[in-house]
């Protein structure tokens, strides 16, 4: 999002009290613009789409704090997406409940056009889950999927994801659940510079200064979720963060993975459930996980034995590299890829099946031949 007039209209929708995603795209989506949500504020009182307490909130003091809000952005490196904007990802604005616009700090991530990992797990998460994360992270490396690895930077299994995510040159995103004033838990701050300072981002919904509640965090889930292909929790007890982030993730038609522990063991009872209950696969390495999302190592190098493309399109050509380079993706990855138009795409994937050029996969996933 460019930090200008239009971004403090963006943002000031997003602190009228009582108003949270749901609410804020009814009201964009009435008003027809973030700006014209205050400019109609009178028309709105008459509509009877929010609650009169909601339209008595929107006042000018919201829009001058949002300008605040834009120019501690500015001073602090931070940049604002919003659900419309281009690098919005696909991926998040598939979910009924995203947020209209996040704020991020750090390296800019492709999450539709790269593998995507939520690793989850308890805060008490002891020294064999933590070998399970590092042992899942260097496996996905050594495989050669660059996948992001995502978390919420809590202590125990989050903090694990991100460490082993740095150690492993994997990149690696971190959900806060409150805005960028503070880091929580205050033992992380080392961290999170870490992520910043490297291949990572630090992500949040919530704005510079936000109130900290506890309803935040079961919140930040959703985003871990939405954002992944693919969650999976390490330890759990019978209750926690961790399952409810796998619940959001199964509402969102994404795959939950856990390790399985010891029947009387309650670090892994959440897990159990899970896997026994049919609501999360059983894993205990990245070789399960890869054949659980049918991912195809990708080739290292193109040899001279791979089919030639001269007999190729143009734009034929170009699936069929990003295809070799990357190894199977998704159609939304390879329209983030290619930027060749969704009917086009999917006519040229036709015919390079047809060609024995391509080959598709379940999920929706393309491959080389």
């Known amino acids: 999002m460019e930090l200008n007039e239009e971004a403090a209209y ?17 009201l964009i989506a009435w008003a027809g613009s973030a700006r014209e949500v205050f400019e109609k504020k009178e028309l709105l009182r008459k509509a009877d789409i ?13 829009i001058d704090s949002a300008k605040r809000q834009i120019d501690i952005a500015i001073r602090n490196n931070i ?41 989850v797990g308890s805060r008490l998460t002891d020294s064999e889950g933590r070998d399970n994360i590092f042992r899942l992270v260097e496996g996905l490396k050594n495989a050669g999927f660059n996948a992001v690895i995502i978390s919420g ?47 990572g981002v630090i992500i949040t ?15 930040r889930n959703r985003i871990v979720a939405g954002l992944c292909d693919a969650i999976v929790v390490v ?18 038609g994404r795959r939950v993975l856990a390790f399985p522990g010891r029947a009387n063991d309650q670090q892994y009872a959440g897990c159990n459930a899970l896997i026994r209950d049919n609501r999360a696969s059983l894993i205990s390495s990245s070789d399960d ?4 999302m049918n991912w195809a190592k990708p080739s290292k190098n193109i040899t ?48 390079l099946e047809f060609k024995d050029v391509i080959k598709s996969l379940p999920g929706m996933r393309y491959a080389a031949v």
């Open 10 to 26: 963006r943002v000031a929708v997003t602190m009228i009290p009582g108003v949270g995603s749901t609410i804020a795209r009814k």
């Open 50 to 62: 929010v609650s009169k307490r909601i339209v008595e909130a929107i006042s000018q003091n919201i």
């Open 79 to 119: 940049n604002i997406v919003y659900y419309t904007d281009g690098n919005y990802p696909r991926k998040l604005a598939q979910c009924d409940d995203a947020p209209i616009l996040y704020y991020t700090k750090g390296v800019s991530l492709s999450f539709d056009s790269t593998r995507t990992i939520g690793i």
């Open 153 to 199: 930077l809590a202590t125990g299994a989050d903090t694990f994801a991100h460490q082993a995510a740095i150690k492993y040159g994997l990149p690696t995103a971190a959900v806060l659940g409150h805005g960028f004033d503070i880091i929580y838990p205050a033992q992380n701050r080392s961290l999170s510079r870490e992520i910043i300072n490297g291949a």
């Open 205 to 219: 919904e919530y704005y510079y200064g936000h109130t900290v509640a506890k309803t935040n965090f079961p919140r």
């Open 235 to 252: 330890q759990s007890r019978d209750q926690g963060g961790a399952l409810i982030t796998a619940d959001y993730a199964q509402s969102y």
């Open 289 to 292: 996980l890869a054949k659980i």
């Open 304 to 351: 001279q034995q791979e089919l030639p493309l001269c007999f190729l399109e143009p734009k034929e050509i170009a699936i069929v590299d990003t295809l070799r380079k990357n190894g199977d993706l998704s159609m939304e990855a390879l329209l983030a890829e290619t930027n060749i138009p969704m009917a086009e795409l999917s006519s040229i994937l036709l015919t």
